[in-house]
């Protein structure tokens, strides 16, 4: 900031001279403090507040490339162009992202629908509603300690591998495939459950596990460092699963159907981005919401998840699919009570979006 001369302003008595300082770094401040507020929290999205746009709080149960589409909406602005002004929270595990949207620090969640229904199941009645499926297979892959050609489940056998929590779609997904291929989750191995979230990537690296089960960009960190090997793809194992939807709370969307048909809106041009480009160009446009993680390794695991069919074309989120969630959770003992999908899915949203 140019220094504001305090003298040689002839005719201006000092005192005089010294208020009108004042009143202009006040001035100063004031503006800067103004400019700073216009800011949104979306991550990368930093663009200034419009009063015409609907303010939105998404919180997403982690900040991956598995959900790429998503970040596409927000950094080709289609959020905006749709109306919506969004604040973007990683919540770090879907019962804290659960947490957020039923005590309304959130307007919408992103996380696995299996969430949903134990909610409901539990008896919540202003419970949480699936609008939008965003992935349709496991994002998660198998990481070894020891380089392994033509990997089969059977090796896993007598292992010690590093899961996920009881209860959430990366366990009760990896025990799913586990079972379609004959072995026992509880007698064939031992899977640690003890470490939180994100934390087993680094506690593989330290020495424990023969194998971990590990999201992007963690898995090919670990293959980076040589402290890990993929062996296999938990999706491209389990088949189509309804891993992970967008929802909020029924008298939320009940109060708000025009904002939830925008945000759905946004998504579907997001998701049609993704299915009309390459992966380089995909990288390049999330980029910035992943700057700790250079072009090229980011452009590698984007290409994992295009080429075994991560997204759906559209969000409609299927009966069959909800189905089978269902059987999953029922197989792995985590399902209280079988619930119906006309209460816990909405498809008008996703429907129109796709039109």
């Known amino acids: 900031m140019k220094k504001i001369p305090t003298s040689g302003a002839p005719g201006v008595p000092s005192l005089r001279r010294k208020k009108a300082v004042a009143l202009l770094l006040t001035a100063l401040l004031l503006i800067g403090s103004l400019a700073g507020c216009g800011k949104q929290n979306a991550q990368g999205n930093d663009a200034s ?27 080709e602005g289609y959020f905006k162009e749709e109306g919506i002004e969004l604040t973007l929270i990683t919540g770090f595990g879907a019962d804290k992202t659960m947490t957020a949207v039923l005590t309304d620090e959130a307007d919408i969640g992103f996380m696995g629908s299996e969430s949903t229904i134990y909610t409901y199941a539990g008896g919540t009645q202003d419970y949480v509603v699936n609008f939008a499926q965003l992935t349709q297979r496991a994002g998660n892959f198998l990481v070894s300690r020891q380089p392994i050609d033509n990997f089969s489940w059977d090796m896993i056998k007598g292992s010690n591998v590093l899961g996920g929590r009881a209860g959430g779609m990366p366990e009760m997904v990896f025990e799913f495939i586990l079972k379609k291929n004959g072995i026992d989750p509880k007698t064939d191995l031992t899977i640690d459950q003890s470490i939180d979230f994100g934390s087993t990537a680094a506690a593989f690296s330290g020495g424990q596990g023969d194998f971990s089960v590990e999201f992007e960009p963690h898995a090919t960190s670990l293959e980076l460092k040589g402290d890990g090997y993929v ?5 491209e194992d389990s088949g189509y699963v309804p891993y992970t939807a967008f929802s909020a709370k029924k008298s939320y969307i009940e109060a708000n159907p025009d904002t939830i048909q925008a945000f759905t809106n946004a998504l579907q041009k997001g998701m049609e981005y993704v299915a009309s480009h390459t992966p380089e160009e995909i990288a390049k446009v999330i980029q910035p919401q992943f700057e700790e993680t250079d072009l090229e390794t980011l452009t590698t695991i984007v290409t994992r998840y295009y080429e075994q069919d991560t997204w759906k074309s559209d969000l409609i989120f299927e009966e069959d699919a909800f189905t089978l969630l269902q059987n999953i959770l029922e197989e792995s003992g985590e399902l209280p009570k079988r619930v119906p999908y006309e209460d816990l899915v909405t498809t008008t949203f996703a429907e129109e979006a796709a039109k």
């Not at 507040?49 to 950094?75: G, Q, R, W």
């Not at 062996?231 to 999706?235: D, E, N, P, R, T």
């Open 49 to 75: 507040s419009d009063a015409s746009l609907k303010k939105v709080t998404l919180n997403e149960v982690a900040h991956s490339i598995f959900y790429a589409p998503m970040y596409v909406a927000i950094e």
């Open 231 to 235: 062996v296999a793809s938990l999706g």
